[in-house]
């Protein structure tokens, strides 16, 4: 089993809380500059740039910076350390039904 405890870590602790949760899930559609991310929050600016750092730390999004405006977007494959580990607490019993599902599917016979 690959030691990923830290990363894994990491992001529950970044995704613990409602507001960055929050935002992972807007910048899951597109990148947002982050006026308009702060725009559906009653915070201040800073407040935000903490929630974001604490995002960017855990791995989960990157940000540019292209004159005065900053883009925040969502890293691809960010979350896959917490999907990784999520699979890996499934009970055998649920991999096998998984197996079990996958085998009818292939071996159902084929409708015309």
Do not use: C
């Amino acid at each position: 089993m690959p030691n990923y405890r830290d990363d894994v870590d990491a992001v529950l602790r970044a995704l613990a809380d409602p507001t960055r949760r929050a935002v992972v899930e807007r910048l899951a559609k597109s990148p947002a500059v982050v006026s308009e991310l702060a725009a559906p929050f009653d915070m201040a600016l800073p407040s935000l740039m903490q929630h974001l750092r604490v995002l960017e730390n855990a791995g989960l999004v990157a940000s540019e910076k292209h004159g005065r405006v900053r883009t925040v977007s969502l890293k691809p494959g960010a979350l896959d350390v917490l999907h990784l580990w999520l699979d890996e607490q499934r009970t055998p019993a649920e991999r096998q039904a998984d197996r079990l599902g996958i085998h009818l599917i292939r071996t159902a016979p084929k409708e015309d």
